[in-house]
């Protein structure tokens, strides 16, 4: 039995408690949260468990195993320090930390004691993304040429982060995950503040990776539609991972190929030795096996805790989302 202190209660924080309550090898020691009304919330629903404002009760409570970070982002790091150095294991929401510098301080701390530091990518434990990955791996949709999400809605201003940070380190940890965490040759970016003055709430990312892959982000809270998609464009087949979809993976026999010219051995370099053919074959909705991603995330940090198990979402990880994120804008 594992022990936990969840950190932080608010927009994300019930799900977390939620799962935890659920996991049978996890028991939640305890909850704090600077909020009395989220402190509240917490003893109205779960009033078995001790709610707090003062987290060194927890940091010093040697029955406590782990914290579960889920503060605001510029908090993370100094919060995550303090328990590893009390010899607790940290699951901290994303961003593990706001530099990469900060991350790298965060897993080195980590390594020493010999404690997990994980990161909370949730959809690195989505089973549709990891159904993509074997797609990819499998080589059924030939060499990846290009990747771009959509990651929008009219939603929630944070003033916390930015809409970067609030949402691309999904999908650049999904697409690093996809890309075997290839380093990026090139990033560019370029946002808006519409809202909240220095606070982008519309971002575009292009990302260059080897291989003659590139990659491109949308993210935004001003948007008249909710879409959570991503499309993956390769040279035998292409794919759809929609999250809010019933279908989450649609697979498309689609493409462009080129064929040698009646009587000519096909010189590539030479456009009169070839023509190009329009592929439009079937489309492929497979059924995927649905079990939620958070529950998965958290069963993996009990996991590592408990058995040693590699971290799938450890510091290293962590640090190229990071070092994604933190290229200037031009």
Not at 7 to 23: D, Q
Not at 34 to 62: F, K, M, Q
Not at 129 to 147: A, F, M, T
Request: glycine share 4%; aromatic share 8%; proline share 4%.
């Amino acid at each position: 039995m594992i022990n936990i202190a969840q950190i932080g209660v608010g927009y994300w924080g019930p799900n977390l408690l939620r799962n935890l309550m659920a996991i049978p090898d996890c028991n939640v020691k305890a909850v704090v949260d600077l909020s009395e009304e989220r402190r509240n919330y917490v003893n109205n629903l779960y009033n078995s468990i001790p709610t707090s404002d003062d987290i060194d009760i927890a940091l010093e409570d040697p029955d406590i195993d782990a914290f579960l970070i889920a503060t605001p982002a510029h908090s993370h790091f100094s919060i995550a320090v303090k328990a590893l150095q009390k010899d607790k294991h940290v699951l901290v929401e994303k961003p593990m930390a706001t530099s990469v510098e900060e991350v790298e301080e965060i897993g080195k701390l980590a390594e020493e004691k010999g404690l997990v530091a994980m990161v909370g990518h949730t959809f690195l434990y989505n089973s549709a993304v990891r159904y993509v990955k074997k797609l990819i791996d499998s080589r059924v949709l030939g060499d990846i040429r290009y990747i771009y999400s959509q990651r929008v809605n009219l939603g929630r201003i944070r003033s916390d982060v930015d809409a970067l940070w609030n949402f691309a380190p999904h999908d650049i940890s999904i697409i690093q995950y996809w890309l075997d965490e290839a380093e990026p040759i090139h990033i560019t970016k370029n946002g808006i503040d519409y809202v909240q003055k220095g606070i982008d709430d519309v971002v575009f990312m292009n990302i260059e990776y080897p291989d003659k892959i590139i990659a491109h982000i949308h993210v935004s809270w001003l948007d008249p539609h909710k879409i959570r998609r991503m499309t993956i464009v390769g040279t035998k087949k292409m794919v759809v991972y929609d999250d809010i979809a019933e279908d989450k993976i649609t697979i498309y026999d689609k493409g462009i190929d080129r064929i040698a010219a009646l009587g000519e051995n096909m010189d590539f370099d030479d456009p009169k030795t070839f023509s190009f053919l329009h592929r439009d074959g079937e489309v492929e909705k497979p059924v995927i096996k649905w079990v939620e991603p958070l529950k998965t995330e958290i069963e993996h940090f009990i996991d590592c805790i408990q058995h040693g198990t590699p971290c799938f979402s450890d510091a290293n990880h962590a640090k190229k989302v990071v070092k994604i994120l933190e290229v200037d804008f031009e």
